[in-house]
C-alpha cells in the first residue's frame, strides 16, 4: 500500500463548487480504477464516483449524479473530483482510493455553509 496525496476541499457555501485533487505513485494509477469515498458523522463510508483505467469509465452515486465529476489525467498520475453545487447533504471527509492496491488518502473534510 502506498499513501495517496489529496489536495483541495475545505469550506464552501451551499451552491458552491470544490474540486479535490489526489496524486498516486504511477505503478499504482495507471492501469487502475481510481475511486473518491466520503464518510459523513455517524454514517457509512459510501462510495461517491469511480473511474477506469484505459477508456475512464465512470460511476456516480445517485446523490451525486449531475453535480460531481470524477476525471483522471493519467500523465500526472492524478485523479479529481469536481464538486459542484453542493448542498447541506455533501458535508463528509472526502478520500480517494485505488481499489487494486488498497491505498487511500487521509482524507479531508468538505463542510458546506448554508
Not at 20 to 39: D, L, Y
Not at 50 to 66: E, F, M, P
Request: hydrophobic share 30%; glycine share 10%; charged share 20%.
Amino acid at each position: 500500500q502506498v499513501q495517496l496525496e489529496e489536495s483541495g476541499g475545505g469550506l464552501v457555501q451551499a451552491g458552491g463548487s470544490l474540486r479535490r485533487s489526489c496524486a498516486a505513485p504511477r505503478r499504482t494509477f495507471s492501469s487502475h480504477t481510481m475511486g473518491w469515498f466520503r464518510q459523513a458523522p455517524e454514517k457509512e463510508r459510501e462510495l461517491v464516483a469511480r473511474i477506469s483505467s484505459g477508456l475512464g469509465n465512470t460511476n456516480y452515486a445517485d446523490s451525486v449524479k449531475g453535480r460531481f465529476t470524477i476525471s483522471r489525467d493519467n500523465a500526472k498520475n492524478t485523479v479529481y473530483l469536481q464538486m459542484n453545487d453542493l448542498t447541506p447533504a455533501d458535508p463528509a471527509v472526502y478520500s480517494c482510493t485505488c481499489p487494486h492496491s488498497g491505498s487511500w488518502g487521509l482524507g479531508t473534510l468538505v463542510t458546506v455553509s448554508s
